[in-house]
T-cell receptor, first 114, second 110 residues
Framework: GAGVSQSPRYKVAKRGQDVALRCDPI?????LFWYQQALGQGPEFLTY????????KSGLPSDRFFAERPEGSVSTLKIQRTQQEDSAVYLC????????????FGPGTRLTVL | SQQGEEDPQALSIQEGENATMNCSYK?????LQWYRQNSGRGLVHLIL?????REKHSGRLRVTLDTSKKSSSLLITASRAADTASYFC??????????FGEGTQLTVNP
């Protein structure tokens, strides 16, 4: 594919439901990032993978948030027992470099928790 | 928490005018990047300026960086209606993750 893809594009969940958000990075990109963007705000970092290793998860807001990238390509962000404050756009980005450089973003998944 | 602050928060201009957006940040950086986000879409990378550079150009874009003041500016010349978007600066103090400002909403009126 030409760019980063994410699915689903939109997700509506009832409070307490578990959700799983998928990210397909650009083929061959080493680094993968998840960001959370609240309405009217800039994106905030959640977690970072280098290949299959999760090197930084300091931005995950609670232990209800879990991310994985088992084979170093596709990544899944899972949110357990969703709360209304989890409503946001979740952005995935990939980069061909291990450190620094341009990040290529997907279109995001808009999560609405009712 | 946000590392940077963009100024102004919102800017409305006429087509053909220049638009200038400013960004301030708090910690030392390796580089500073500017991104654009159209309504309902992901972020698109515009330009990257390294900490040892002072000015960079790309098409109608001009970016300056003043590390002593911890600030950067993005100038868009001869603006077009299609430039209407939110613009974010982002820094990478740790070398990997990006820390974004809150963005400037630019509206270019035809």
């Amino acid at each position: 594919g030409a760019g980063v893809s994410q699915s689903p594009r939109y997700k509506v969940a009832k409070r307490g439901q578990d959700v799983a958000l998928r990210c397909d990075p650009i083929s061959g990109h080493v680094s993968l990032f998840w960001y959370q963007q609240a309405l009217g705000q800039g994106p905030e970092f959640l977690t970072y993978f280098q290949n299959e290793a999760q090197l930084d998860k300091s931005g995950l807001p609670s232990d209800r948030f879990f991310a994985e990238r088992p084979e170093g390509s596709v990544s899944t962000l899972k949110i357990q027992r969703t709360q209304q404050e989890d409503s946001a756009v979740y952005l995935c980005a990939s980069s061909q470099r291990r450190l620094g450089g341009e990040q290529f973003f997907g279109p995001g998944t808009r999560l609405t928790v009712l | 928490s946000q590392q940077g602050e963009e100024d102004p928060q919102a800017l409305s201009i006429q087509e053909g005018e220049n638009a200038t957006m400013n960004c301030s940040y708090k910690t030392s950086i390796n580089n500073l990047q500017w991104y654009r986000q159209n309504s309902g879409r992901g972020l698109v990378h515009l330009i990257l300026i390294r900490s040892n550079e002072r000015e960079k150009h790309s098409g109608r874009l001009r970016v300056t960086l003043d590390t002593s003041k911890k600030s950067s500016s993005l100038l868009i010349t001869a603006s077009r209606a299609a430039d209407t978007a939110s613009y974010f600066c982002a820094t990478d103090p740790s070398g990997s993750r990006l820390t974004f400002g809150e963005g400037t909403q630019l509206t270019v009126n035809p």
